[in-house]
């Protein structure tokens, strides 16, 4: 279905800027713990279109805006029979196609039900002291169907991933540290600049480089063992029979910044 089928997106449901490469899409419902209706899941998923669109654009941030990322869905829209799920990206404009370039997610407070199965589509994280993560819906009668079920024990340890899946009970931002699931835990109120910072060191990187290994990095978990090699060429040559290769090395050995022009 093409992103013309998508609902209307309340101007103040998801914000968007940009500056120095980097994409900042901010949740702005602090009043609904930032909960994903239909506005959230099309603001969303156009941001990622614009990302994966714009040749200016190298890396994304996402975060919510107050004191919780996202406490998943908006259940008075569902229940008024609203669609919540983007057509195109799935529910939060990302579970079900995340964007080719790299996205951070910056966690304050609770990241609950659908608001952890967006973290899980993103590729980094940084969250605050309080940050917690949670997947409560065997609780309710229901699976987490947004990713979650398999999303989690790929990021996981199994045995952690499946406690989460069966009871419900969430993660803190300490544990999640500890099994690799978030890559750095900061002062409550910081993920947003951490992450900015993190954003700009991609951002600095190649970009034809990165996303390619991005690529690699996600398509290679369903490709048959003894066969990696053989299928990351098709992603791995064009990178180093570019213009970019070239101006690494001279770079490197010209002790000064790179000036990327490959997209």
């Known amino acids: 279905m093409s992103s013309a089928a998508r609902p209307p997106v309340a101007p103040d449901d998801v914000l968007v800027r940009w500056d120095n490469g980097v994409l900042i899409v901010t949740i702005n419902r602090p009043g609904q713990r930032n909960a994903v209706n239909g506005a959230v899941s099309a603001g969303i998923a156009r941001a990622l279109d614009l990302l994966d669109s714009s040749a200016d654009l190298r890396v994304g941030v996402l975060h919510g805006d107050g004191p919780a990322f996202c406490a998943g869905m908006d259940l008075k829209a569902f229940a008024a029979g609203e669609p919540v799920r983007d057509p195109v990206r799935g529910f939060g404009g990302i579970v079900e ?9 910056a966690v304050e407070g609770w990241a609950l039900g ?14 605050g002291q309080g940050a917690r993560f949670g997947l409560p819906e065997a609780r309710r009668g229901l699976a987490a169907r947004g990713g979650g079920v398999f999303r989690v024990p790929r990021r996981l340890p199994r045995a952690v991933a499946l406690e989460l899946l069966f009871t419900g009970a969430p993660l803190d931002a300490a544990r999640a540290e500890h099994f690799g699931l978030v890559n750095r835990v900061v002062d409550d109120g910081q993920a947003l600049a951490a992450a900015l910072e993190l954003a700009a060191q991609v951002a600095a990187s190649a970009p034809m480089s990165v996303r390619a290994s991005k690529a690699v990095a996600v398509d290679s978990a369903s490709w048959p063992p003894g066969e990696e090699f053989e299928r990351q060429r098709a992603y791995l040559e064009p990178v180093f029979a570019s213009r970019d290769a070239a101006e690494g090395v001279a770079a490197f050995r010209e002790r000064r910044d790179p000036v990327w022009q490959d997209r």
């Open 97 to 105: 196609r995340p964007p080719a370039k790299p996205l951070i997610a």
């Open 114 to 127: 659908g608001g952890f199965e967006i973290v899980l589509a993103c590729d980094l994280v940084i969250a």
